[in-house]
């Protein structure tokens, strides 16, 4: 009997959504205090203004799990950012379709690998914190 991964293609969508709804859950299987995640930065440049702490970065990557799981995209104020974004955007809407389906896919699979690296990490990060090794 195959195992759910060799079902897929080792490069396909489905099975790199999978890996970090996967690795989210064990994130939360792993993580019981989140609270000890507070004001313990992240490994970003102390001159980043957008550095968060990993109570932030959980946050995030919860968030964006439920929201790959339930294909529901907030629209409070993502608006005004897709606006930004499509003004940016306004060369490449004009391209080949399929070429702009095939940029769109290479980012959405290198997001969400670097999500699922992320989730890994900070899971580790936890472990090292209460003072338990991989």
């Not at 990490?121 to 090292?128: I, M, P, Q, R, V």
């Amino acid at each position: 009997m195959q195992s759910a991964e060799s079902k897929f293609n080792r490069n396909s969508m489905l099975l790199t959504l999978k890996r970090y709804s996967s690795a989210v859950g064990d994130m939360e299987k792993t993580i019981l205090l989140p609270s000890l995640l507070r004001d313990v930065p992240s490994d970003c440049e102390a001159a980043d203004e957008t550095c968060r702490d990993l109570y932030a970065n959980y946050l995030m990557l919860k968030a964006i799990r439920n929201t790959v799981e339930s294909s529901l995209v907030p629209l409070d104020d993502q608006k005004a950012k897709i606006a930004t974004f499509t003004k940016t955007l306004e060369p490449f809407l004009e391209a080949d379709p399929e070429a702009l389906f095939l940029f769109h896919l290479r980012g959405l699979f290198s997001v969400m690998s670097d999500l699922t690296k992320e989730t890994r990490s900070l899971t580790d990060k936890y472990l090292d914190i209460i003072g338990l090794a991989n």
